[in-house]
């Protein structure tokens, strides 16, 4: 059974970091694109980051700067480090990525969610 698990989140004044992470464990080929999602409440989720086997990232003109996404392919991890928190930044953040399994088949695969909230 293939389970993506958060952790890292927290609270956090504002202008301070935080570092979320994800591990992917489980029977698996192997893990093509994985991201960062995060959902604010009465809001719908949004893809914050987001990274390709190979390396290559994009992310939303809002962490543009501040965020930094990265990945471990050995170690099947990947983490997010957030630095300048804003209070636009609370929300629940979602480990996402797109997992081949043994059949070769591709699925998708959220994680638990982790909060994080910036105080003011």
């Known amino acids: 059974q293939v389970q993506l698990v958060e952790s890292g989140g927290g609270l956090v004044q504002a202008g301070g970091s935080l570092r979320l992470s994800c591990a992917a464990s489980?029977?698996?080929?192997?893990?093509?694109?994985m991201g960062w999602y995060r959902q604010a409440p009465g809001k719908q989720r949004e893809l914050v980051a987001a990274?390709?086997?190979?390396?290559?990232?994009d992310y939303a003109d809002s962490v543009k700067g501040r965020f930094t996404i990265s990945r471990d392919n050995a170690k099947k991890t990947m983490s997010l480090q957030m630095n300048g928190l804003k209070p636009e930044d609370t929300a629940v953040y979602y480990c996402?990525?797109?997992?081949?399994?043994?059949?070769?088949?591709?699925?998708?695969?959220w994680g638990q969610g982790t909060q994080v909230t910036v105080s003011s």
């Open positions: 489980g029977s698996m080929f192997s893990i093509n694109d």
């Open positions: 990274i390709t086997r190979t390396g290559f990232v």
């Open positions: 996402h990525a797109n997992i081949v399994d043994r059949s070769m088949a591709t699925k998708h695969y």
